[in-house]
């Protein structure tokens, strides 16, 4: 395939990546899943048309921070996998020289945790601080 032009469509970047010798290095299982996500990506709606249907010197952070908001809908691991695929696909064009810059590592990523503690965590933690006031009391 043809290296794309500055002014290409993110399909059409999207579409260099899957057929890349990078893609083609990861596994089987890793292809299949950058694939579906990817494909989800350039369907994801963001302001009356298709995310794959803009061209990449048009995309801005607010298109890309308005699909992610669409992913987390599906949940944060989704969202997060989504980004990340898509980041790998723009930087493999990025290191032909097709961009300068990636507007994608400038979307903040949500985390699974609040506060960096699981809800384990935070039951546990209150279950001992429980046992410590009972405890005291009892003394």
């Known amino acids: 395939m043809k290296?794309?032009?500055g002014n290409a469509k993110l399909c059409d970047i999207i579409e260099f990546y899957l057929v890349s010798s990078t893609f083609a290095r990861?596994?089987?299982?890793s292809q299949k899943d950058y694939e579906l996500h990817l494909?989800?990506?350039?369907?994801t709606p963001v302001e009356g048309k298709t995310l794959g249907?803009?061209?990449c010197t048009n995309i801005k952070v607010r298109h890309l921070t308005q699909a992610y908001e669409h992913w987390l809908k599906t949940g944060i691991r989704t969202a997060n996998y989504r980004k990340?695929?898509?980041s790998a696909a723009w930087k493999y064009a990025m290191r032909h020289d097709v961009m300068t810059h990636n507007p994608?590592?400038?979307?903040?990523?949500?985390?699974?945790?609040q506060g960096g503690y699981s809800g384990a965590s935070n039951r546990l933690s209150h279950?001992?601080?429980?046992?410590t006031?009972?405890?005291a009391g009892a003394a």
Do not use: F
Request: zero cysteines.
């Open 26 to 29: 990861l596994s089987g299982a």
């Open 133 to 135: 006031v009972t405890s």
């Open 39 to 43: 494909r989800a990506v350039m369907n």
């Open 84 to 86: 990340s695929v898509l």
């Open 127 to 131: 279950s001992l601080r429980q046992d």
């Open 3 to 5: 290296i794309p032009k």
């Open 53 to 55: 249907n803009y061209r």
């Open 104 to 113: 994608i590592s400038l979307v903040q990523a949500r985390s699974g945790h």
